[in-house]
């Protein structure tokens, strides 16, 4: 299945995009955006394809081949940004976006556990473990951090990436069952079973689950309470701690600015308030000095667009224009 990204025509139509322009996609995903745009810069634009997902470069190429080699594809960190222009030689940049979404193949289709509704294992990273490693780049998981973070962390974490009202409890509740399963297994004199961790999303479910039962006071043989899932802001929280996504985008929104050719334009579509903040604030401050602001409130999706996507509902555009 390939995704179809939100506010497409919205951003399309915002970049202001003409034959022979070269345009940066900083998150290629499944190449949504870039398959829109290099139909809007044929027959000789080119465009430059960034993603840390080497699924997603792959998935891309195939979107992408009748455009030949006017899709340049780069499986890298976007906060690298000024880098992986500057290799590829690709000046100049007469439009950047950003869409900080997540399709659904990257959720239910990659096996990474970024998705609470399946049993994987709790990897949560971009990359595939190994590449990581050759790049050189982080390598932290899901799963080291709920293991081997201490508590206040956790819930510092759960508070404030992930907005979750239960923090303390489920951060308290990680750590009494990381005791809790050593305890049981020491017992057998099995050195293996006895390091036995939380390994997998069907396992920190059920522990943010039964958080939530007892504080609810709720049947503990329903699925969940209802609404909105809860383990939907604790998962949220751990992807971006696992892949620094806050710190990364405070290193690429100055970099897109720097690296656009006068009159370019950047356009950034964010899907929660961490993410937005820091983009508006961005905005803010360079305003009338390197931007000029085309959209001073968020383009949000139509009415037309949430019957079809309800997780557009949260979709923030923010579009610049370099001075």
């Given at each position: ?124 990273r971009y990359g595939v473990g190994e590449m990581l490693k050759v790049q050189g ?162 383009i949000i999706s139509t009415d037309a667009e949430l019957k079809e996507n ?14």
């Open positions: 299945m390939k995704h179809v990204p939100v506010l497409l025509s919205e951003t399309i139509d915002s970049l202001q995009l003409k034959p022979g322009m070269n345009i940066v996609d900083c998150t290629l995903g499944d190449a949504g955006h870039s398959e829109a745009i290099l139909e809007k810069i044929s027959p000789d634009g080119k465009l430059l394809g960034i993603d840390l997902d080497p699924e997603a470069v792959l998935r891309a190429k195939q979107f992408l081949y009748n455009f030949g080699d006017r899709a340049i594809l780069v499986r890298s960190n976007f906060a690298n940004l000024q880098e992986i222009i500057a290799k590829n030689n690709f000046n100049p940049v007469h439009a950047i976006v950003m869409d900080l979404g997540w399709s659904t193949p990257q959720f239910e289709e990659r096996g990474r556990g970024f998705s609470f509704l399946t049993d994987e294992p709790l990897d949560m780049e982080e390598s932290t998981t899901a799963a080291d951090i709920v293991n081997n973070y201490p508590e206040e962390e956790l819930s510092k974490i759960f508070k404030q990436l992930g907005e979750e009202n239960l923090s303390k409890e489920i951060a308290e509740a990680i750590v009494d069952y990381r005791k809790r399963r050593v305890s049981k297994d020491a017992t057998r004199h099995d050195s293996a079973e006895s390091s036995k961790k939380i390994e997998t999303t069907g396992e920190l479910v059920e522990i943010i689950l039964e958080t939530y039962r007892q504080k609810l006071k709720s049947d503990k043989e329903v699925p969940w309470v209802g609404g909105l899932h809860p383990a939907t802001k604790v998962f949220q929280a751990l992807r971006i701690e696992t892949n620094h996504e806050l710190e990364n985008l405070k290193k690429v929104l100055p970099q897109a600015v720097d690296a656009l050719a006068a009159g370019g334009r950047l356009a950034v579509i964010t899907f929660h308030s961490l993410e937005d903040r820091i983009v508006k604030q961005y905005f803010q401050s360079i305003a009338n000095k390197k931007i000029r602001l085309v959209n001073k409130k968020p309800a997780r557009a509902r949260s979709a923030k555009l923010r579009v610049v224009e370099k001075l």
